[in-house]
């Protein structure tokens, strides 16, 4: 997509931006962010989304901690690289070993995380050779020092020995001198001082001539010398001559060590690449995160449908200070491609505006966007706006002679694939001449079958949007009670400015209200009548179709409640049938049994009673074998004990009468006139109006009923 600078600036996309470097750890990274671009395809977005969505889903995970390491500038050691005889200085080694680290500990994680996280591995897997290049570094850099290991060759083993002896020895004799000035009380008060490496003794003035050694500086004061004692001569000399021994074999091996990572500059551009990558791909993770946005699907046709779309830079703002943004809903497809939003003044129109414009953007160069998940957007290849007064003084334009330049670009370079947001559209000059030449550019651009969000005060607009096909017009809905925004956008029919109403809420007298519509013809005011009216109907209707969902829902959730209950008793009885069902086949069985045993008891031998057993067994065993579901003994079937009913209280007299009187004062305290009372079999509150001993007069919304105090709910 084409990002046109002017529009960029009109919707704040440079704020957008750097607040996303913020989030970045590399200089490279914010400098991405900062001039973050649109992607040039559809399925070039849809690749960044499905990574950036496998990014959220790791910082979501509590098992996984998605490593995000900070992708060191390497440019300087990348162009030593590029120079045949170049060698990197240790401070540009520890660089390439940082960034070669952060790229291990990426690719790492990408490999281990690849059968659940595989986009992450795809997009890391073409790295290779990171170990090799990290084996060079380390074989002679001590990775906890930050420093060249003392056995990175012999010789400079050999050195660094020599200068800790040697150190040694100077911090010995150093400590002799101190004590001694000490005692005799030359010092000043930090006593010692550090000069080129060298520890020097602080003495003062009056008394270096009683100090052996050589002077090696002076306080701006005067009051202190600094002196080398005389015997750290000869042995700062050769830790001096120790240490350019040490800085010449450092050199050495930076200048091998160059060499062999001269043949890895590729790859270490690469590991730079990724990192840097990786560190904008998390910045857009936190920063999504921070607006509460999420991944809208992506239409292949020109349709679009945000839910609880909210601006993000007032989002944040808004969450800084604890107050709540209103989201908005807007769709626009084919037979919508035009939005006309009217209303009155800081009512939230060009706040909409706005929000289209920069979720746009935001959503065609890879961000999250502050809107329901399951909303959907489409692609444009451009995004043109004109918004706010841009009076340009260097080329002497006024406010509508800019205006009129930015229109003259919009229909030269206009077309099907354009978004376009205009605000206050033909403003800025006479209302009427204005009005006459918006219609003509109004019309223009409708021809060009590009999309638009326009808001507007011109009637002619908003009657010209409402005789077009592919054209709607939509309000900002305005509270008519209190004369006060509502800052939610409603599509579907125009809205009034309520110019006279706010005039009156902010004191202006009446007189002069009326006055001024002496001045206005009287189709403009009827038409803007009918626009309040059809705006307060259409208020009503929303407030009666939220009331009807809210109703709508509860009754689903008792039906789901019922069902649940009524599945549960079913499988209660179930197990209570076959309860049942059991004991009387083993009460038969006992019977049966008990028959047999009176019948053959006096006789005196077993074997009549046994056989009657057997054939009684036998009996049982082939209905057994006949039943699809024989009776069988299920120890887990148990009787289901039945809820133990509490005695019913009996009231006294006494406490009968406690009720009634307070009944009756609970009445009396309800019953004042301009009270909300609630009757009988009605689900509205209604204001009591009159009382005339038991009857009462009542006003239930726009109606006005007779009743009696028996219908009151107390």
């Known amino acids: 997509m084409k990002l046109d600078q002017q529009s960029g600036k009109d919707l704040e996309f440079g704020v957008v931006c750097e607040l996303l470097s913020s989030y970045c750890k590399s200089k490279k990274a914010r400098e991405n962010a900062l001039n973050l671009g649109s992607f040039s395809s559809p399925e070039l977005l849809n690749q960044e989304f499905d990574l950036l969505e496998e990014i959220q889903e790791i910082y979501l995970d509590e098992r996984l901690s998605f490593p995000h390491p900070n992708a060191e500038d390497i440019d300087t050691a990348l162009n030593i690289l590029r120079i045949e005889n170049g060698v990197l200085i240790l401070n540009e080694l520890l660089k390439v070993y940082s960034l070669c680290q952060g790229t291990k500990l990426l690719i790492d994680f990408a490999r281990n995380q690849q059968d659940e996280y595989p986009l992450v591995f795809a997009a890391c897997e073409h790295i290779t050779g990171i170990k090799d290049v990290l084996a060079i570094i380390t074989e002679i850099l001590d990775t906890k020092?930050?420093?060249?290991?003392?056995?990175?060759?012999?010789?400079?083993?050999?050195?660094?020995?020599?200068?800790k002896a040697n150190r040694s020895e100077i911090n010995k004799n150093f400590e002799k001198a101190l004590r001694r000035c000490r005692q005799e009380e030359l010092l000043g008060e930090t006593e010692e001082s550090f000069l080129d490496n060298r520890r020097l003794l602080t003495v003062l003035s009056q008394y270096k001539k009683r100090v052996p050694g050589r002077v090696c500086g002076v306080s701006a004061k005067g009051n202190y010398t600094y002196i080398e004692p005389q015997e750290s001569f000869e042995l700062n000399k050769e830790q001096e001559r120790l240490r350019i021994e040490e800085s010449n074999e450092?050199?050495?091996?930076?200048?091998?060590?160059?060499?062999?990572?001269?043949?890895?500059?590729?790859?270490?551009?690469?590991?730079?690449?990724?990192?840097?990558?990786?560190?904008?791909?998390?910045?857009?993770?936190?920063?999504?995160?921070?607006?509460?946005?999420?991944?809208?699907?992506?239409?292949?046709?020109?349709?679009?449908?945000?839910?609880?779309?909210?601006?993000?830079?007032?989002?944040?703002?808004?969450e800084?200070?604890?107050?709540?943004?209103?989201?908005?809903?807007?769709?626009?497809?084919?037979?919508?491609?035009?939005?006309?939003?009217?209303?009155?003044?800081?009512?939230?129109?060009?706040?909409?505006?706005?929000?289209?414009?920069?979720?746009?953007?935001?959503?065609?160069?890879?961000?999250?966007?502050?809107?329901?998940?399951?909303?959907?957007?489409?692609?444009?290849?451009?995004?043109?706006?004109?918004?706010?007064?841009?009076?340009?003084?260097?080329?002497?334009l006024s406010t509508y002679s800019y205006r009129l330049n930015r229109m003259n670009y919009f229909l030269a370079n206009s077309n099907s694939n354009t978004l376009l947001?205009?605000?206050?559209?033909?403003?800025?000059?006479?209302?009427?001449?204005?009005?006459?030449?918006a219609e003509v550019f109004y019309m223009e651009l409708y021809e060009k079958n590009c999309f638009a969000v326009i808001t507007t005060h011109y009637t002619n607009i908003k009657i010209l949007t409402s005789?077009?096909?592919?054209?709607?017009?939509?309000?900002?809905?305005?509270?008519?009670?209190?004369?006060?925004?509502?800052?939610?956008?409603?599509?579907?029919?125009?809205?009034?400015?309520?110019?006279?109403?706010?005039?009156?809420?902010?004191?202006?007298?009446?007189?002069?209200?009326?006055?001024?519509?002496?001045?206005?013809?009287?189709?403009?005011?009827?038409?803007?009548?009918?626009?309040?009216?059809?705006?307060?109907?259409?208020?009503?209707?929303?407030?009666?179709?939220?009331?009807?969902?809210?109703?709508?829902?509860?009754?689903?959730?008792?039906?789901?409640?019922?069902?649940?209950?009524?599945?549960?008793?079913?499988?209660?009885?179930?197990?209570?049938?076959?309860?049942?069902?059991?004991?009387?086949?083993?009460?038969?069985?006992?019977?049966?049994?008990?028959e047999i045993l009176g019948k053959f008891k006096h006789h005196k031998t077993e074997k009549a009673t046994m056989e009657a057993l057997k054939k009684l067994a036998s009996i049982e065993r082939i209905k057994l074998k006949e039943k699809k579901k024989p009776v069988v003994l299920d120890k887990s079937l148990s009787a289901t004990e039945l809820?133990?009913?509490?005695?019913?209280?009996?009231?006294?007299?006494?406490?009968?009468?406690?009720?009634?009187?307070?009944?009756?004062?609970?009445?009396?305290?309800?019953?004042?006139?301009?009270?909300?009372?609630?009757?009988?079999?009605?689900?509205?509150?209604?204001?009591?109006?009159?009382?005339?001993?038991?009857?009462?007069?009542?006003?239930?919304?726009?109606?006005?009923?007779?009743?009696?105090?028996?219908?009151?709910?107390?």
């Open 250 to 318: 450092i050199f050495a091996i930076l200048e091998k060590v160059t060499f062999r990572l001269r043949a890895e500059k590729k790859q270490l551009k690469a590991f730079q690449n990724l990192l840097v990558k990786f560190d904008l791909l998390n910045a857009k993770v936190l920063f999504g995160q921070s607006y509460n946005g999420s991944r809208p699907a992506l239409n292949k046709e020109r349709k679009m449908h945000w839910k609880n779309a909210k601006h993000p830079l007032l989002f944040i703002k808004n």
């Open 467 to 594: 005789t077009l096909e592919s054209a709607i017009n939509a309000c900002m809905l305005f509270d008519t009670k209190k004369l006060a925004p509502l800052f939610t956008l409603s599509i579907g029919q125009p809205g009034s400015s309520f110019t006279f109403e706010v005039a009156q809420h902010n004191g202006i007298p009446n007189e002069l209200i009326e006055m001024a519509k002496t001045k206005v013809s009287k189709q403009k005011l009827q038409v803007d009548a009918l626009s309040v009216s059809l705006q307060k109907e259409k208020s009503k209707f929303k407030k009666i179709n939220t009331e009807q969902y809210r109703s709508q829902h509860k009754a689903m959730k008792s039906m789901r409640e019922y069902d649940e209950k009524l599945e549960k008793l079913q499988a209660k009885s179930e197990r209570i049938s076959q309860f049942i069902e059991q004991q009387n086949k083993f009460v038969t069985i006992g019977k049966k049994f008990y």
């Open 145 to 163: 020092k930050l420093d060249i290991k003392d056995d990175a060759t012999s010789l400079l083993l050999t050195i660094r020995k020599k200068q």
């Open 643 to 714: 809820p133990k009913s509490s005695p019913a209280k009996v009231k006294t007299k006494a406490s009968l009468e406690e009720d009634k009187q307070l009944e009756a004062k609970k009445l009396k305290e309800l019953l004042v006139i301009g009270n909300k009372i609630k009757l009988k079999n009605q689900k509205t509150l209604g204001t009591l109006l009159e009382i005339e001993g038991k009857k009462l007069t009542v006003q239930l919304g726009n109606f006005i009923i007779k009743t009696t105090v028996s219908e009151v709910e107390i």
């Open 421 to 437: 947001l205009l605000d206050e559209f033909g403003s800025g000059t006479d209302p009427e001449l204005g009005g006459a030449l």
């Open 320 to 396: 800084a200070v604890n107050k709540a943004t209103i989201g908005q809903e807007i769709e626009m497809n084919e037979s919508s491609r035009f939005l006309v939003i009217s209303g009155p003044n800081a009512g939230g129109k060009s706040i909409t505006l706005k929000t289209v414009g920069i979720l746009q953007l935001m959503f065609q160069s890879g961000l999250f966007l502050s809107m329901e998940k399951d909303s959907s957007c489409c692609w444009f290849e451009q995004v043109l706006s004109d918004i706010g007064d841009n009076q340009s003084i260097e080329n002497q």
